[in-house]
């Protein structure tokens, strides 16, 4: 079955730092993988996602994600941050076969200083 | 193009009553969702749908019905409400490539 991993439950950084979150996956092949973003009070929205190819992902808002096979991971990363990067980060994970579900992480609080 | 539509956005019912979460989505989409968000546990599956008059139960089906007569609908019944399923529930619907989501219904049950 799969499973995700967020093992920050909340990451706090100053306004322009760069930033990492982190997502670890378990699945028996190879998955597609998404980063969705939910701002206060609002649904979610995807950032990026991984199907094949290319292993560094660009996605909106300035987010790059990288899909590292050998260590099941699917790291969230943007250079500089914004203040309105405020909200809560979850990774997710699909399988191929469209008849399953996507299965996401516990979610990343981000804060950020200004 | 309004994606999914949830509605309420908001709602209080006390303990045993019931009530049903309507859900909406106009691109066509077979495959609907419905999860439930609570703290520190991320989004996890009540009930699944991949397609009209085909439904199945996900990781917590206890305490809620569902049905999907149409393409476009996927409402989400509470039976006998209980203070257990206080949470924000989200409807979804999805191609291979990406999940769609509403804007969320915060329940509350007192």
């Known amino acids: 079955a799969q499973s995700v991993t967020q093992p920050d439950i909340h990451i706090t950084v100053s306004e322009g730092a760069s930033l990492e979150l982190r997502c670890n996956y378990s699945?028996?092949?190879?998955?597609?993988l998404f980063w969705y973003v939910q701002s206060p009070g609002q649904g979610l929205q995807l950032l990026l996602k991984?199907?094949?190819?290319?292993?560094l992902v660009q996605g909106i808002k300035g987010f790059e994600a990288e899909f590292k096979r050998s260590q099941s991971s699917f790291n969230l990363r943007k250079p500089s941050v914004h203040w309105s990067d405020a909200a809560e980060y979850f990774c997710?994970?699909?399988?191929?076969?469209?008849?399953?579900?996507?299965?996401f992480g516990p979610g990343t609080r981000l804060s950020v200083l200004p | 193009n309004a994606g999914v539509t949830q509605t309420p956005k908001f709602q209080v019912l006390k303990t045993g009553q019931s009530m049903t979460l309507q859900c909406a989505q106009d691109?066509?989409?077979?495959?609907m969702s419905w999860y439930r968000q609570d703290p520190g546990m991320g989004l996890r599956l009540i009930h699944y749908?991949?397609?009209?008059?085909?439904?199945d139960q996900g990781e917590v089906p206890n305490g809620y019905n569902v049905s999907r007569s149409t393409t476009e609908d996927f409402p989400l019944r509470l039976l006998s409400a209980a203070p257990s399923q206080t949470s924000v529930y989200f409807c979804?619907?999805?191609?291979?490539?990406?999940?769609?989501f509403g804007q969320g219904t915060r329940l509350t049950v007192v």
């Open positions: 997710a994970v699909g399988a191929r076969n469209y008849g399953q579900n996507f299965v």
């Open positions: 991984y199907f094949s190819g290319d292993t």
């Open positions: 691109m066509n989409h077979e495959y």
């Open positions: 749908s991949v397609g009209a008059g085909i439904t």
């Open positions: 699945y028996g092949a190879t998955p597609y």
């Open positions: 979804a619907s999805r191609n291979y490539a990406e999940a769609f």
